[in-house]
């Protein structure tokens, strides 16, 4: 009390401090950046390599499985996925919430180390990273029709020098961009008539070239470096190239083609059906996207200017979803203020209602100031945990400004007041706090993906809740002593209190069967309400991006893919005006299934709409929002779509499925984005000892989903791949001595393209590779002249059979087991994963029992995961709050009756949503753990009034004087989550169900504050209806 006593008697002192806090917090809001989701911090090591010409099958023998077992035993490792396709692999590494990850990753490379031993003597040594999360900034598409693809890389490569000296931007990426190599083709024909050797030749080109340091002389007072000049420069010099081959001098045009070109790049991209060069922007942790956007901006206008041959297009613009989402959240919270100052004015008075007020921006800035010096950033979660905890911010200051207000009344002096109604409330409300802050306090005990997304709202709910707590104690008192006059319009609230008194005379009369009403009715009521409702783990919500995704033939060009991306791309873009469509961009050679698998293939293809936003229809939204956030733009253009992504998902559909039959492609859906840490609605994988069995039982799990009402789409990982010829020798080769080592090692120089030297170019290291000129040509293969080394020559195809081959494309396993994959998608506004995955069980328990191995991903796996920590979290915030009740009440059975409240309050939750008409979701249950502390406040208010009292004229006027208080912070509180509740929009619909929780929640819990608790004080100290 001394030093709060303190603070309101150096007036300066405080206005001082309140002032510097307030700058503080508005300069905070300047430099924290922004962004429309929170980073989630990826756990994982990322083990990657590759055997060029190498079958996913055979790189998992010769390679993978060595690994595997190296990492195996290594501590700190959770799950080993691993995928393997032709030519490369990724072992993804998911590590355990307490493992070290730099320690981990240290092991892990020792680890490969170790097993360098089993691996090709000329295979790369696998690489070992911690795999971070990009935060996507933009992209910007260089196209033109007078530039080839190599002028618009160069230019692509200056414009990302010119970014990457921006502040806070972390990387360029340059989507079409390939290294320039030195393509050597090799005819065989003229290498035979020279009458030399091709492995001769190949180490004759690999010494055409030296890059490295030959040495140094340290003469004195002369220091000298040694190099070469690195090879020829020209094509034409490359071609003039002496080589000493077998004793012979020859030209190298004489015998090779010679090209000096851009690598053929991996993938193939347009925007907007234009042939393109991407440049795609990711900024740093501590870069603000809004001001990186603008900056942006700015260049490319600038550099449309300086180079009028290109069209410059900047699309995928995250800074405009995140500054519209943003004001509205704000504007949402300024409404909430307002509507709580008119509700306390009207309720109470003016004057209380204005310090009360004064007070919120305080609260906030604590919270900001705290979020931005621990790294956290400003987005759409941390934005909503604030507008959560708005109408739970004011009580503390309701109370504390009630009090004195009281005592000023009672007509003593102001200063004297101050100081009694604040000193009586220390305890009381800061108690109150802690247990709204002890149920929040449990959702740290969440792990992995779901902790990092959600952990936001209970550390800006307890931030926010302490600097209330402040703000009551040290700065609302001078408020108060400057503001507060007595008998100053007050409310009068004797009507209602009267009618408030006469219904619990009734209750208390028969307090016994109206308690075993309470017992049985609210339980069996809630009962019945969680069976009316779903569960599914996030919210559906409107976004701005739908993909379409789609599979030719593995043998496709990746030109011819490029094409039919394209045309389907011009399709969607003549429905531009009519889907809300801003831009589409599509890229050939790599794809996300729609399963979410990443998948790289010259058939593979993925194009991309970026939607405008939906049309706002409610009044909020559309007229008080944009004067609130002081745009006054009513007419925003970015909001001019009328088809959610659901029905614009339907209706894309149909354009594109004519394009499945003219081209005969494997696979086209359009997909929608998924939110958070959930990737796919179902996957299921499946694994066992008999491959054919496990084939059959996808089958049969696929025909079944495909019958379930809601399901959408059904996919599996189960593409086969490319042909591919074993060679055996047969008996006619072994009688010739000819074994199998020999006839690879030979084969490998003709029709495996290889790097045989280096050398500098303009842009740094450029490779030499080699081909063989016919190597694309099967004939050249079954009609290889092998050399027996006599002068003679026999074909291949006499001397080996050819055993035709075709596995998967992919090889997927899950800790060192082979497994194989099945997907589906659905429509949530019909059905839930868990709907689906229950109508499908009675299949999947069959299949166990035949020793089929099925484990259960996506969102189910969520569910489970949260299931699990959600138990331990609720025993914890209960005990907690026992605890601090306990602190206040001597007797554990006055704990116990608050305590009460908790789960009966639930059934208020879930009548919310029923109303509502949403199912019941994650932030569902973090809004019920939040309700608990919320709810226990008022009965707190209620208790502590009704305690001690034995006689029914004191426990009806206690009673009677807890009913302002309660009416109040429960209505200040519902009100400040009003417009998530109901006007919820965009990306802020995924916390909308916290709100419903909290809000309705409290609504039916202020009903069971102000009748039952009261109800089951008097049936437990026998206290009965007044005569």
Do not use: C
């Amino acid at each position: 009390m001394r030093i709060i006593e303190y603070f309101i008697t150096n007036k300066r002192l405080n206005y001082v401090l309140l002032l510097f806090i307030l700058i503080a917090g508005i300069s905070t809001y300047r430099e924290i950046p922004k962004e429309l989701f929170p980073d989630v911090t990826l756990n994982m090591i990322d083990v990657s390599g590759g055997y060029a010409g190498s079958s996913a099958k055979t790189l998992d023998k010769m390679a993978v499985r060595d690994i595997e077992d190296a990492i195996e035993g290594i501590s700190g490792i959770k799950t080993t996925e691993t995928i393997i396709v032709p030519g490369r692999f990724d072992i993804i590494l998911t590590l355990s919430d307490d493992a070290d990850p730099i320690d981990v990753l240290s092991k892990v490379k020792d680890a490969i180390a170790g097993s360098r031993q089993y691996l090709p003597a000329d295979m790369t040594e696998p690489v070992a990273t911690l795999l971070t999360r990009k935060r996507d900034l933009l992209s910007i598409s260089l196209s033109s029709e007078q530039l080839s693809r190599e002028a618009l890389v160069a230019i692509a490569k200056r414009i990302k020098s010119r970014i990457m000296h921006m502040q806070d931007i972390a990387e360029v990426r340059i989507f079409g961009d390939s290294d320039e190599e030195i393509l050597i083709r090799i005819d065989t024909d003229a290498v035979s008539a020279y009458g030399i050797s091709q492995e001769s030749l190949l180490h004759a080109i690999s010494n055409l070239s030296y890059i490295y340091p030959v040495g140094n002389i340290e003469q004195p007072g002369n220091y000298i470096f040694l190099s070469t000049v690195h090879g020829k420069q020209s094509e034409e010099a490359w071609r003039e190239a002496r080589l000493k081959v077998d004793g012979k001098m020859i030209r190298l045009g004489d015998v090779a083609e010679v090209t000096r070109r851009l690598a053929q790049t991996a993938t193939l991209s347009s925007f907007n059906t234009l042939d393109n060069v991407t440049l795609k922007v990711y900024k740093s942790s501590e870069g603000d996207a809004i001001r990186l956007s603008k900056e942006l901006n700015q260049l490319v206008e600038t550099l449309r200017h300086d180079y009028p041959d290109l069209i410059i297009d900047l699309y995928h613009d995250s800074s405009i979803p995140i500054k519209k989402r943003l004001d509205v959240i704000t504007s949402n919270i300024i409404f909430g203020l307002i509507l709580i100052f008119i509700t306390m004015a009207l309720l109470i008075n003016l004057r209380i209602a204005t310090i009360v007020t004064l007070g919120i921006p305080f609260s906030f800035a604590i919270g900001l100031i705290f979020l931005y010096y621990t790294g956290y950033t400003i987005n759409i979660v941390s934005l909503l945990g604030a507008l959560i905890v708005i109408g739970i911010v004011v009580d503390d200051a309701v109370v504390v400004a009630e009090n004195i207000q009281r005592y000023i009344d009672e007509g003593v002096e102001r200063h004297t007041a101050v100081l009694r109604g604040v000193k009586e409330m220390v305890l009381p409300v800061t108690l109150a706090t802690v247990t709204t802050i002890f149920a929040f306090l449990p959702l740290f005990m969440l792990s992995g993906e779901i902790a990092h997304f959600i952990i936001l709202i209970p550390i800006v709910v307890i931030m926010v809740l302490i600097g209330s707590l402040i703000e009551s104690f040290f700065f609302l008192p001078l408020h108060a002593e400057e503001f507060l006059k007595r008998g100053r319009n007050m409310v009068d609230w004797r009507p209602l209190q009267q009618k408030y008194e006469a219904a619990l005379q009734f209750i208390i009369r028969y307090k016994k069967s109206f308690l075993l009403l309470f017992l049985v009715g609210i339980p069996v009521t809630t009962i019945l309400l969680m069976k009316q409702l779903h569960f599914q783990f996030f919210p559906t919500f409107d976004s701005r991006y739908l993909y379409v995704t789609g599979r030719l033939d593995i043998n496709t060009p990746i030109e011819t893919t490029h094409q039919v991306a394209k045309e389907i791309e011009k399709a969607l873009l003549a429905h531009k005006e009519e889907f809300g469509i801003k831009s589409v961009s599509a890229v050939a050679g790599s794809r996300t299934t729609m399963g979410g698998e990443s998948e790289q293939d010259n058939g593979a293809f993925y194009i991309t709409m970026e939607l405008y936003d939906l049309k706002v229809r409610d009044w909020i939204n559309r007229y008080f929002n944009p004067i609130l956030n002081l745009s006054f733009n009513f007419d925003d253009p970015e909001l001019r779509r009328e088809i959610t992504t659901y029905d614009l998902a339907k209706r894309l559909q149909e354009v594109i499925e004519p394009f499945k039959r003219r081209y005969h492609l494997e696979e086209l859906g359009v997909r929608q984005r998924h939110v958070g840490v959930i990737r796919n609605d179902i996957k299921i994988n499946f694994s066992g000892d008999d491959e054919k069995r496990v084939m059959e039982a996808l089958e049969q799990v696929k025909s079944a989903l495909r019958n379930v009402p809601g399901v959408t789409g059904v996919s599996d990982n189960l593409q086969y791949g490319k042909m591919e010829y074993r060679l055996k020798i047969n008996d006619y080769g072994e009688s010739l001595g000819i074994s199998e080592g020999e006839v690879a090692r030979l084969l490998s120089g003709y029709f495996l393209e290889r790097r045989q030297a280096l050398t500098f170019g303009h842009e740094g290291v450029v490779e030499i590779r080699t081909e063989e000129i016919g190597k694309d040509m099967l004939s050249r293969l079954e009609n290889f002249d092998y050399p027996l080394g006599d002068g003679r020559y026999v074909k291949l195809k006499e001397i080996a059979d050819f055993i035709k081959t075709r596995d998967f494309m992919q090889i997927k396993k899950r800790d060192g087991e082979m497994v194989k994959t099945v997907f589906a998608t659905i429509d949530k506004r019909q059905t839930t994963a868990n709907d689906v995955l229950d109508q499908i069980d009675p299949l999947l328990k069959s299949l166990e029992k035949e020793g089929i191995g099925i484990k259960l991903f996506g969102e189910k796996e969520k569910n489970s995961q949260l299931a699990t920590e959600m138990k331990k979290a609720v025993v914890v915030a209960l005990f907690l709050i026992l605890l601090a009740l306990l602190l206040i009440f001597s007797k554990i059975k006055y704990a116990l009756m608050v305590l009460s409240i908790i789960p009966f309050s639930i059934m208020g939750a879930l009548a919310g949503h029923l109303f509502l008409g949403i199912n019941l979701t994650m932030p569902s249950i973090i809004g019920i753990l939040g309700l608990a502390g919320v709810v226990v406040n008022d009965g707190i208010i209620m208790l502590d009034f009704l305690h001690g009292t034995h006689d029914a004229k004191s426990f009806f006027e206690r009673a009677v004087l807890r009913l302002r208080p309660i009416l109040i912070t429960s209505i200040t509180t519902f009100l400040g989550l009003f417009t998530l509740i109901f006007f919820a929009t965009g990306q802020a619909v995924i916390l909308q169900p916290i709100a419903v929780s909290i809000g309705f929640g409290l609504l039916w819990g202020t009903v069971l504050n102000l009748f039952y608790l009261p109800t089951l004080y008097a049936v437990v100290n026998r206290i009965e209806r007044e005569s």
